[in-house]
């Protein structure tokens, strides 16, 4: 089981970014993929879940941060828009396998059981 996170960046507020995580060895039939973000000096949070049977975006995202899947590139995607400094973190994929669908209870299972895959530094500064 691997992952491999991309798609960060140094950008101005209100920019978009796109995060890409590329993975193998399992399947979002079997298993869901998180993403998370850790700021420094802070508790790491889930962002959104991603399974074969939905996603799920928390709360403080809805509206700028879309999850998305290309099954053919195993490749899972945040899209992250209207970005604000308070976003700025290390974001990181991870997966659980069984962890059922994607909500925020799964988020917090995954947090605490995941696979994590090297994660991508996201800036935001004027």
């Known amino acids: 089981v691997q992952l491999q996170a991309s798609g960060g960046g140094s950008v101005q507020p209100g920019d978009s970014l796109k995060l890409s995580c590329v993975y193998s060895?399992?399947?979002?039939?079997?298993?869901?993929i998180g993403w998370f973000r850790q700021a420094p000096g802070k508790e790491r949070e889930g962002v959104s879940c991603?399974?074969?049977?939905?996603?799920y975006i928390e709360k403080f995202a809805l509206g700028r941060f879309t999850a998305s899947r290309d099954d053919k590139k195993n490749t899972v995607y945040l899209q992250m828009d209207n970005l604000t400094p308070e976003d700025t973190a290390l974001y990181s994929c991870?997966?659980?396998?069984?962890?059922?669908?994607?909500?925020?209870?799964?988020?917090?299972?995954?947090?605490?059981?995941?696979?994590w895959g090297q994660g991508t530094q996201v800036t935001v500064s004027s």
């Open positions: 991870a997966t659980l396998r069984n962890v059922g669908p994607c909500k925020r209870e799964a988020l917090a299972t995954m947090k605490r059981f995941a696979t």
């Open positions: 060895g399992f399947s979002l039939v079997s298993s869901a």
């Open positions: 991603i399974h074969t049977t939905g996603t």
